[in-house]
C-alpha cells in the first residue's frame, strides 16, 4: 500500500487543480468566438428602417399616430415584425382601421388574452408578412393609437 504524505497530497492536488484551470482558460477565448459566431448567424433580417421592430411607447393612450414607433414601418415580404410594449397600460395590436372595420383582426391580432396579449410593459407580441402591401393597425383598447406596416 502506497502511502503519501499530507503535503505531497496538497502538493499534486495543486498542481491538478492549476493544470486544469489553465486548459479551461485556454479554452475561453475559443468559447467567445464560438458564442459570437453563434449569435450573429442566428439574427433577425432588418429593412431599411433599422430593424423590424415597433415599440408602443409609453403613455402610449393618448397619442394617435405616434403611439407606435417608428410609423409607418417599412418592411419586406417575408420579414416578421415584433411590437414590444414598452407603457405600463396594457394595449394591443390589431391588424385593420378601427373597431368598425368589418376585416379588424383578419390579419393579425395581439389579442385581449392568452400568450401574445400586450397585457404589461416588456411583453412582445410578431406577425411574419408573407404579402406586399399596406397593413393598418389599431388598439382595440384605444382605437385613436394607429399604425401601419408597408410591406414590399
Not at 496538497?10 to 482558460?25: K, N, R, T, Y
Not at 433577425?44 to 403611439?67: E, W
Not at 417608428?70 to 415584425?81: E, H, I, R, S, Y
Request: contains cysteine.
Amino acid at each position: 500500500m502506497i502511502r503519501m504524505s499530507t503535503q505531497k497530497s496538497i502538493a499534486i492536488l495543486g498542481i491538478v487543480a492549476v493544470s486544469a484551470l489553465g486548459a479551461s482558460l485556454g479554452s475561453l477565448p475559443y468559447a467567445l468566438v464560438s458564442a459570437q459566431q453563434t449569435n450573429s448567424s442566428s439574427t433577425t433580417s432588418t429593412n431599411s428602417t433599422g430593424g423590424n421592430s415597433v415599440s408602443i411607447v409609453p403613455n402610449a393612450s393618448t397619442m394617435t399616430d405616434k403611439a407606435f414607433a417608428p410609423n409607418p414601418l417599412n418592411a419586406k415580404v417575408g420579414d416578421t415584425v415584433i411590437w414590444t410594449n414598452k407603457d405600463t397600460t396594457f394595449h394591443t395590436v390589431t391588424s385593420g382601421t378601427g373597431p368598425s372595420d368589418t376585416t379588424h383582426g383578419k390579419e393579425f391580432d395581439s389579442g385581449l388574452s392568452g400568450p401574445t396579449a400586450l397585457t404589461t410593459q416588456g411583453k412582445t407580441f410578431s406577425h411574419k408578412f408573407m404579402t406586399a402591401g399596406e397593413f393598418p393597425y389599431f388598439c382595440q383598447l384605444h382605437p385613436t393609437m394607429v399604425g401601419k406596416v408597408v410591406v414590399k
